[in-house]
């Protein structure tokens, strides 16, 4: 089964409750600022990530999704 994750930058307030909280170390914050003005998450090590979902529980402002990818 393959995951889509994703990110929304524009929701992202780079609080960094999703890096903290990765049991693989993932996450980290960006070194650029958004449109907003934040520093967002993004994915540094994508090929580590198991799918928990755990940044997607954690995340106050509901920026990060995993769906299932859908056959085609």
Do not use: Q, W
């Not at 170390?25 to 650029?32: G, P, Q």
């Amino acid at each position: 089964m393959a995951y889509v994750y994703s990110i929304d930058i524009e929701y992202c307030k780079g609080c960094g409750l999703c890096v903290t909280v990765c049991p693989k170390k993932v996450l980290e914050l960006e070194s650029k600022v958004s449109s907003k003005g934040y520093f967002p998450a993004y994915r540094a090590r994508p090929e580590d990530c198991i799918y928990c979902a755990t940044c997607c529980r954690m995340c106050p402002d509901v920026a990060i999704t995993i769906a299932e990818e859908k056959a085609a």
